[in-house]
Structures are given as C-alpha cells and as structure tokens.
C-alpha cells in the first residue's frame, strides 16, 4: 500500500482494525505509521478511536429501569388502544 492509497483508505482502515496498531496487518504498519508522522488529524483520529474503543470495554452503569415505568408504559398503550 502506497501512501496515498493509506490517506484515502484511512478512515476504513482505522474502523476495520482499531485504534490498537499492533492490530494492524503487518505489511500495512509501515505505511500507517509514515502517514500518521505526517497528518495530525490522522493522529487525532487514532486517538478518537481508542477512547471509543475504551468507552465500550468499560462496564455498563446498571441502567435499572426506574419505578413504575413499565405500568405506566402499558397503561398508556391501553389507552390509546381503547380510544384507537
């Protein structure tokens, strides 16, 4: 891969492999790595990638669905129903 094919590509690349390098195929680093001395926004984008990566290995927070909620849910589908 040349490295304007890697400027091209870039955006599917990083979403195919990650924002880990070392995930990257090996005949392609080289060319990744010369393109990110050279773009700062590819660098950016790296960077984007792995605090999304890390946001979605943490632990979900307990997302417990409040009091009630599902009563009033039914009671309002019931409503609409009778007055459909």
């Not at 070392?22 to 590819?42: C, F, G, M, N, T």
Request: net charge negative; with cysteine.
């Amino acid at each position: 891969m040349t490295l304007d094919e890697m400027c091209g590509e870039f955006e599917g690349l990083l979403c195919r492999y990650g924002g880990g390098l070392k995930d990257w195929p090996e005949d392609i680093r080289p060319v990744l790595l010369r393109y990110l001395r050279q773009s700062y926004d590819a660098r950016r984008r790296v960077v984007e990638m792995r605090r999304m990566e890390a946001m979605l290995c943490d632990d979900p927070p307990d997302l417990a669905l409040p009091d009630g909620l599902e009563d009033r849910i039914i009671g309002a589908m019931l409503k609409l129903k009778a007055q459909g």
